[in-house]
């Protein structure tokens, strides 16, 4: 019998040191195993993530300011604090923290010559903690030297989230913008393909007002309508019970030619929705808003068994969620 060949040794040496870069799941491992990425570092990868956060801004101040800034709002800013701490092991002075819904080239984070930090919260999140991305991305711009911007990266198992690195005793007041013009320390100067991408990003933002008579409500205009988003921290089934019973009602509007339409989830947040008429602009919510408010305040404070119209407007308002993550 004729004896079986031996097998190759494929004589491939193996990187042991060092992070290993991130490839595409069918690609050749970087480490030199001659394996599959998703075989091998790309499993342990996978294995990395952590399990995924519902609500991962939770403990911090505004959190439905911060689920509005990163899921519906364009353009906005907030200025942060950071903890006791924090900014020591920084490259250079911190002279300022600030939250930005989105930067140029969606990165993560900047570091400007002054050494400030502006931080942007809708990038890409690599893990199942939001939190512990964004805190990932701080940290990355901490130790960035100024005048740079932070590229993205995995977010290593087991690092710290927001709500250690920021003072969670800081209030949190976003500031919405029309444009971005926050992205540059003198907008006004700006000129040729600077200039140009400004000028389309700014075309490509839907007008958005907050509106202060509440908390965390945003009125933005689209071509055919106007609408109101509203993100609420009461319990998704107690919100939703609490809507039906107003609806059902006849109260749930915010006026004449206005209607709840439905609600987004968001990071563990409901988020009423109402169409508005295009005339209705911002501080024509406020009012309407605050008596809105009272009502759903006084409902929630009495909850009763739904009836039957009740149930069927409830059904309806679930037959329109969306969840946006």
Not at 53 to 64: I, K
Not at 69 to 87: F, K
Not at 178 to 195: I, N
Request: proline residues 7%.
């Amino acid at each position: 019998m004729a004896k079986k060949a031996a097998k190759k040794q494929t004589g491939q040496s193996t990187v042991v040191e060092g992070d290993i870069p991130v490839v595409g799941a069918r690609e050749a491992c970087p480490c030199g195993s001659g394996r599959r990425y998703k075989a091998c570092h790309g499993r342990q990868a996978a294995h990395a993530v952590q399990e995924l956060v519902h609500r991962p801004f939770e403990g911090l101040p505004g959190e439905a300011d911060w689920v509005a800034l990163r899921e519906l709002v364009p353009a906005a800013t907030v200025p942060l604090t950071l903890a006791a701490g924090v900014a020591e092991s920084a490259v250079g002075e911190v002279p300022s923290v600030t939250l930005a819904t989105v930067l140029p080239l969606a990165w993560p984070a900047l570091r400007r010559p002054d050494g400030s930090i502006m931080l942007g919260l809708q990038t890409q999140s690599s893990s199942g903690d939001l939190s512990r991305d964004l805190a990932d991305a701080l940290e990355a711009a901490l130790a960035t030297e100024p005048g740079s911007p932070v590229p993205a990266r995995r977010t290593g198992a087991g690092g710290r989230r927001l709500q250690e690195l920021l003072d969670t005793s800081a209030e949190f007041t976003p500031a919405v913008h029309t444009g971005f013009e926050f992205w540059l320390e003198d907008a006004e100067s700006a000129t040729g393909e600077v200039a140009a991408s400004l000028e389309r990003a700014n075309a490509s933002a839907i007008p958005t007002e907050k509106v202060t008579s509440v908390d965390s409500a945003y009125w933005c205009g689209t071509p055919d309508k106007n609408h109101l988003r509203w993100v609420m921290t009461v319990p998704e089934e107690e919100l939703l019970d609490a809507l039906a019973r107003l609806s059902a009602a006849g109260t749930s509007s915010l006026g004449e030619g206005t209607k709840l339409v439905g609600s987004f989830r968001a990071h563990g947040l409901t988020v009423p929705v109402w169409d508005l008429p295009l005339e209705m602009t911002a501080d024509d919510c406020e009012k309407p808003a605050a008596e809105f408010a009272q009502r759903l305040a006084e409902v929630l404070a009495a909850p009763a068994p739904l009836t039957a119209e009740e149930r069927r407007a409830r059904a309806n308002l679930v037959s329109r969620q969306v969840t946006l993550n």
